[in-house]
């Protein structure tokens, strides 16, 4: 047995089952012990918002054991009941772990006692977070039954099937351990050894970046095919400050204190997420110090950025004040940092947004970051790819949003099938996308449990990119990956997108999509949020322009009662806007115009629901109880947001661009 490994686990604590039966769960916090049932049921999709709400991620020690699951739907779950509760596993239903890319949601279990995750399936950045911290994980609910009669089950029971680069990182307890005794020579990568073969888009890129020679630095593979396991060279590496203090106390822990991130330049970090929690933070919050903590990672941060030579995209000052951040991250990664045929790393789920410029981009925990910064190389598993080739053309009051809220809704994606895909947009009606509609299909793939998203580089994003990169036109065409004739897709589907309406998700998830016009009765607004990195772009403001001119011809404004706010991804974005005149547009008709920001998106900024009866439809990516106030949070495109602002309910935007005769946010040249 290699040194340093584990061996075996066996069952010493409680077992914790996250039942619907809020009685059941109840009764198993005070103390009442369970034995697996089949017919029991069990919560699905259990986001880390849920695991670790957002307000629970200004803490980045093991003082998140005491609010592990205090965010599960229903609030049965208090401060400390995991931690001293004594369980050792939980147990879930299907797609334990999705939404966000945040460690502090397995790191939160395993502090509070947890060592077994046992749930129906697992959503793939949660799974490898676990796998990094040495938390087990497992679909395999017979294993469970075996534990209960007492059986202790060598580590393999929980290996079996993981490629094996993560099978060793789960046999030495984490990903910090691997690479000690990959650096010390104990243990060696598997070389990959598939032979010349027709590749995917993602595929060659993996192939294209894989370290062949660790030693030597040598890159590039002939070949890869799905399940191979690799480690692979980036090309931009990114956090946000709500991450990048637990990477860099990991970084500096494992390493020590004067380790330096590698190739500093072609590291990046943001100031986004927490920009205006002040505005919103409940006044019990603060009086835990939250507020001191949260501010504690901007400082964090900004040291960590000095120290390192990292470029730092901060707040931005207007008239001698602080008005809000530089962008959202993944906005200024489309806007200033990415390039096609590259590997782009980050610290927010939502990196695959980047895909949209025909990047292999996706999200990451701390500890792959973490390990990022010093080895300039990430562990990827080839991951198998679902194409969608979309054809027609889209209705005037319909757009990319609601493409992705029909697709999400596919039972493929409500059952599972797509964790760990990548999803590819191919097709006619792709080509006729700008590239902040594109942008909106590749940001949304990891809502359907995806890898990432990715939209294969064409002259419309070249013309994107020319003059906004140092490279010239010609350099920019020379690094477009193109997949191979005969590639093997795992899913093709067709969809014809004349044929979607309008849709919404209703709350609780993203893949809860209808058409509008299937809502039972009337939905009243209270809120109408236009913003993050999803609904904040630059087609998006054009979009909000065009209902709330329409609107106002029509001689109406935002409802009685509803607040419309509008908040910008990016200074260039807002930039963009004013120079449109659609501040007048929006002052006019009753917005609220916020700078850049991530925002009520995660709970921290102005559009936040504060009671669990306030309605809102949202622009933004996810609904995850909990993700954006306690209210109910419904999806919708930025058309559906503003219309609905207008009618002070969920409306499809029909009727009020039906004199629309131009659709602005359609066209190519959007966003250049």
Known sequence: MESGSRTSFRLTGRVLYLTKDPELLRRQLEGEELAWDPS?????????????????????????????????????????????????????GLSKGCGSSRETAPYSELTAGIELVVAKSIEKIYGQNS?????????????????QKGEELPISAFTEGLDPISARIVTYGGLFNYNKARLAGQVTPPPCETGARPMTLVEKIIARHAIKDAKSGTIGIPAVKPGDALFARTDVRFSHEYVTPMAASLFYGALGKDAKVRDPETVFAFRDHLTFLDQIMPEEHVKLGLREQARSLR???????????????????????????EAICHNKVIEELANPGELVLGTDSHTCMGGALGAFAFGVGSTDMANAWFT????????????????GTLRPDVVAKDVMLHLLSLEFFRGGDGIGKVLEFAGPAV????????????NMAVEAGGFTGIIEADKVTIDYLENRRPQSREELEAMIVRADEGAQYFRSFELDLSEIEPMVATPGDPRNGIPISQLEGPVKVDIAYGGSCTGGKKADMDMYAAVLSAALAQGKKVHEGVELFIQFGSQ??????????????????????????????????PGVSFDADQVTISAIN???????????VYLGSPLTVAASAIAGRIVAPADLLRNIAETPWAEPAVGA
């Open 622 to 632: 996810r609904n995850f109880p909990g993700r954006s106030g306690p209210g109910k």
């Open 131 to 147: 796998q990094n911290i040495g938390l087990l994980t497992t679909t395999d609910f017979s294993l469970l039954e075996r534990l």
């Open 40 to 92: 029991m049921e069990l919560i699905d999709n259990i986001s880390t918002d849920e695991i670790t709400p957002g307000w629970v991620c200004y803490y980045y020690d093991e003082t998140l054991a005491e609010y592990c699951l205090i965010g599960l739907r229903g609030g049965i779950i208090k401060k400390d009941a995991i931690k001293n509760g004594g369980f050792q596993v939980v147990v879930s």
């Open 299 to 325: 400082d964090v941060q900004e040291k960590f950025c000095q120290d390192q030579g990292i470029k730092l995209y901060g707040e931005v000052e207007r008239d001698g004040k602080t008005v809000g951040s």
């Open 572 to 605: 260039e974005i807002r930039d963009y806007a004013f120079a449109k005149g659609y501040d007048k547009i929006f002052e006019d008709a009753g917005a609220k115009m916020i700078d850049p920001s991530c925002g009520a998106c995660i709970k921290a900024g």
């Open 431 to 442: 080509s006729a996308m700008n590239m902040d509609e594109r942008a909106t299909l590749t």
């Open 376 to 391: 300039k190389d990430v562990r990827v598993r080839v991951p198998e790819t679902v194409r969608f080739v979309l054809r």
